[in-house]
């Protein structure tokens, strides 16, 4: 069964880091791009950061960038996403989603593979 499994989500006060995890299982990370994204209460859901199967290819939302950085270990099966400064704004449900082409993952949005999300809460 092919999955994929967020962790590292939780409560945090405004500025505060935190580090997301996405872990596949069934299958081998190897060959697929990776995105984050995100759905806040009453809004849809948006594209956070996306990065190629290699690492060599990365992209951010405007509102994350400078403050989240995605990166991948692929030897460990597993996605990253540091985010620092984090704000109220930020507060979302956050999906690791995969994809075999970069293109269509991280820029079209279709994914071929969702995780079952994690809660990152910010606020005082």
């Known amino acids: 069964q092919l999955q994929l499994v967020e962790s590292g989500g939780g409560l945090v006060q405004p500025g505060g880091s935190l580090r997301l995890s996405c872990a596949a299982s069934?299958?081998?990370?190897?060959?697929?791009?990776i995105g984050w994204f995100r759905q806040a209460p009453g809004k849809e859901r948006e594209g956070v950061s996306c990065i190629s199967h290699t690492g060599g290819s990365t992209n951010y939302a405007d509102s994350v960038k400078g403050r989240f950085t995605i990166s991948r270990d692929n030897a460990k099966n597993t996605v990253y996403l540091q985010m620092n400064s984090l704000k109220a704004e930020d507060t979302a449900i956050y999906y690791c989603?995969?994809?075999?082409?970069?293109?269509?993952?991280?820029?079209?949005?279709?994914?071929?593979?969702w995780g079952q999300g994690t809660q990152v809460t910010v606020s005082s």
């Open positions: 989603a995969a994809g075999p082409i970069f293109y269509r993952l991280c820029v079209m949005k279709q994914p071929d593979y």
């Open positions: 069934g299958f081998t990370l190897d060959y697929y791009a």
